[in-house]
């Protein structure tokens, strides 16, 4: 069962994959100060050993972090309450701060398992190459990493690398972190043009995976809370899912088929009675109805419901 917390939405289940990342407030090098750095990694351990999380990979940076973790209960927002609540705590009084150390909320981002959760881990573990603090030869020396621990022999219980080699079909053995240190110099991420990209695919959004899969989780996610309203760019494609059900359900009803919608004319009654019901009940936007109902350019979406809005009124 899916659980929603207040807005901004969370979402929360039982086996949930994410990848958070959260940034120091005001962009200041929160954890380029002696010691900051482990005693977040300390933090961390000891979230996840209270809330019974799998961490498979983290990196802290200068000024953020980011962690791909499961959360076996639905317990994401009250563990990562606690992560942030006591780290910033226990930094003030070291310090001597005051006030927030953290910059807003922290994102997650709903992971799909296999290749994409690889490619996350991947991408995670990469981090101090992308930003030049190393090479990929030298990474296993940047301490403040999951791939640090995965290279020693004692770490700590939530680390789960047997989990990444796996995922990348390797051995839990020195050799197969070898081979592993192999697949990430192959990825080749250092590359600096590829860091917008990159950043598009793992850091924005609501869900990393496939379409399928996306599809999948929205559906649920729809079906167990249908008046949730899904604010924000991340939340997009949500309400195009949305869209797509009453589409479908639409067609359904009318006994027509998807090859129906390319078949017949764009300006069909039954097409723009859809479309209409599109505009007024779900605000869908003109491309997207053009393009899922297969009436042309968007002007004729707005023309046709335009027409159709006047004849029932008048």
Known sequence: MFILMPRPIRIEFPGAIYHIISRGNYRKPLFSMPGSGRAFEQTLFEVAERSCWRIYAYVVMSNHYHVALQTPEANLVQGMKWLQGTFATRFNHF??????VFQGRYKSILVEEGRPLLGLINYIHLNPVRAGLCT???????ELSSYWY???R????????????ALAELPNST???QSYEALLASVDEANPRKRTELHRIYARGWFLGSHDAKRRVANELLKSNPREEWKGRAYADMYEEKWDRYVREKLREIHK???DLLREAKGAKWKVKIARALRGQFNASNPWIARRLHMGHPTRVSMAVAGATRKFSA
Request: proline share 3%.
């Open 175 to 177: 050799h197969g972190m």
């Open 136 to 142: 990929i030869k030298s990474l296993r020396e940047y």
């Open 150 to 152: 995965y290279w020693q």
């Open 95 to 100: 310090y001597k701060e005051q006030g927030h």
């Open 154 to 165: 004692h770490r700590p219980a939530c680390l789960d690398r047997d989990a990444i080699l």
């Open 257 to 259: 088929s998807e090859a």
